[in-house]
């Protein structure tokens, strides 16, 4: 048994002063506050004084960071990767696919649901729980930087060897409505579990309508690579910005989404409904240069990853996500966690995770008032 405390806990959803956390075999067994009684001698505890546990970040979109990609063949480079992510908080991560010929996709899913099915328990690193297919079935005319001769329309024969390549991994698939066969698609993910999110389309709103009858019920980095929203073609943003029943994510980096955009967005959803994102690639946590995304290289400068003029992917991390979000709209460290913690957590049906709760998982993050990160648990193991 081991006990964490700290001078507040946020669940995220509510408060605990001076928290006492006791974790057995990476599960919490407990969490009260520390007036409530004396810790049984044998306990060994970890104080982190003035900090504050949160639950570990939940990044749903993320195709690499630290030098490492997704869609590469060789591994090596992924512990690393997923050590960069635990130093920003993050606890848990969708691999995130680019549209690369079929072949080179089914093969870089099969290895994303080797790292799902042998991540291991006794290293602090973030875990692979699943697989994001953004791509293939994606619109041409919003495709953002996702090569055009890679992209595919939808149909069940794809879909299903996608599937079975990632032996049932699949998460979340972003897809783009108004494509032929995307209805038959979206009905037979949302069947399977999958979350299936509206992005990188064109769509206007009776066809994103479409989309959410057939059971789509998010949408992916909200504003960048969809129709824009006009008044008078009030196009797929319409209906993700009035649909209660669509969650919806941001790259809240102040690069993609002008940061008053943010604020509309967290206006129409609410921070219960919002999700953070970081759509990080393997140039972030690097010094500027050129990385790889998916099969082209990419640009960074000052922050930003850039192919031939459009924005590709970030080099944003989950715990600046949260500071800006702060920052851009009237939010608080306990509100703006929940986009990267709980919120994620349930639209992805990450049990155990997201949330801090007797039986929930060991996974925090360890943040300043400011949300610094200060330090990382996974499954009870401290990362400092
Ligand atoms: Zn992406």
Known sequence: MIAFTAKTLYTPTTTIANPVVLVEDGTIVSLETRDAGELPASVNSTDFKDCIIAPGFIDIHVHGSAGYDVMQSDQSARPGFEKFLAQHGVTSYCATTVAEPLDATLKAVARSADAIEHARDETARARPIGIHLEGPFLSHARRGVHPAANLLLPTLDVFEKLWQAARG?????????????????????????????????????????????????????????????????????????????????????GFHVAP??????????GV????????????????????????????????????????????LTMDRAVRNLIKFVNVGLQEALRGATVNPARIVGANGKGILERGADADFAILTASGEVRATVINGILMQ
């Open 260 to 269: 008053s955009m943010v604020d509309l967005l967290v206006r129409s959803k």
């Open 169 to 253: 991994q699949v998460r979340v698939m972003t897809i783009a409505p108004e494509l032929d066969g995307a209805t038959e698609v979206i009905a037979e993910a949302a069947r399977r579990g999958v979350c299936v999110s509206l992005g990188h389309s064109d769509a206007n709103l009776e066809s994103a309508r479409r989309g959410v009858a057939a059971g789509a019920r998010h949408a992916t980095h909200t504003f960048n690579a969809m129709r824009p929203l006009d008044h008078r073609d009030p196009s797929i943003l319409a209906e993700i910005l009035t649909n209660d029943n669509l969650t919806a994510d941001v790259i809240a980096d």
């Open 272 to 315: 219960s409904n919002t999700v953070l994102i970081t759509d990080a690639i393997s140039a972030a946590g690097m010094p500027d240069g050129r990385y790889r995304l998916g099969s082209f290289e990419v640009e960074l400068q000052g922050g930003k990853c850039v192919v031939e003029g459009r924005l590709a992917g970030s080099a």
